[in-house]
């Protein structure tokens, strides 16, 4: 990959091919930050059931999804307010970095109607966590029947996952684009795009920053799709 990333431009929608630490603090202020960074959780095990799962989870390892993220990437003087997905095993250590740089934050979840049968000596993987943290100004929006803090939803099937190994859910990035305040939305570990589909769907402007070249032309096609589907109904 070379030093200079590589711009998508697509109507006023930005999508970057490259690192999103190195060229997430020179695009400067968005209203928010709404990102599924790489989780941190232990990624051994799984026996039968997880090599009937067509390798989801060891793609996951592959493309080192399981290894967490440099949560100053997360930075209060950038944007108004960020949402951030995390893993069980994250919070511990996500919730005291976010404590004290926004006004406030809410701890909500993505309730899975299909979760996996299994609990590994844990609990069911019913829940997956995101916290959406804010500075004065930029707090949930929504009418009250919009602000609920689950979000209940089936995970994506395989076949509409683009070969993704983590594809969020478009009715969970929809409800949570609704709680967002302000006109511009970032995504920096943007994967296939699902925050910029809910955000242009949304009326709102979209950039998206992805490094692994296939999950980036995925991001590609399926934003251009929603923004053309939204010029022809303008
Ligand atoms: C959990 S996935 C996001 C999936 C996304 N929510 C979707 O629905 O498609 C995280 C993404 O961040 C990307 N990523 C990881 N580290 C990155 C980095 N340093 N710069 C840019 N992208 C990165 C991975 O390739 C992966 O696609």
Redesign the pocket.
């Known amino acids: 990959m070379s030093a200079v990333p590589d711009i998508v431009t697509i109507g006023p929608h930005r999508l970057y091919l490259g690192?999103?630490?190195a060229i997430r603090p020179t695009l400067g202020w968005m209203d928010a930050d709404v990102t599924?960074?790489?989780y941190e959780f232990r990624a051994e095990g799984g026996g039968e059931y997880r090599k009937a799962r067509n390798g989801n989870m060891d793609q996951i390892v592959r493309?080192q999804?399981h290894k967490g993220f440099d949560h100053r990437i997360i930075n209060p003087l950038l944007c108004g307010a960020a949402v951030v997905f995390c893993h069980n095993d994250q919070l511990s250590k996500l919730l005291p970095y976010l404590d004290g740089l926004f006004e406030r934050f809410a701890l909500c979840m993505w309730r899975k109607r299909n979760p996996q049968p299994f609990a590994n000596k844990h609990y069911r993987p019913d829940v997956e966590f995101y916290v959406h943290c804010w500075s004065r100004g930029y707090h949930p929006q929504g009418d009250i029947d919009q602000k609920d803090r689950v979000i209940e939803a089936y995970s994506v099937r395989r076949e509409a996952k683009f070969g993704?190994p983590?594809?969020?859910p478009d009715s969970v990035m929809d409800k949570i684009i609704t709680n967002i305040a302000g006109r511009t939305v970032c995504d920096p570990?943007?994967?296939?795009?699902?925050?910029g589909v809910a955000a242009i769907k949304a009326g709102l402007i979209f950039t998206g920053?992805?490094?692994?070249p296939d999950?980036f032309a995925t991001a590609v096609a399926r934003v251009t799709q929603v923004y053309e589907a939204a010029l022809a109904k303008a």
């Open positions: 690192d999103a630490y599924d960074p790489p493309e999804l993704h983590t594809v969020k570990f943007m994967g296939t795009g699902s925050t920053i992805e490094h692994n999950h």
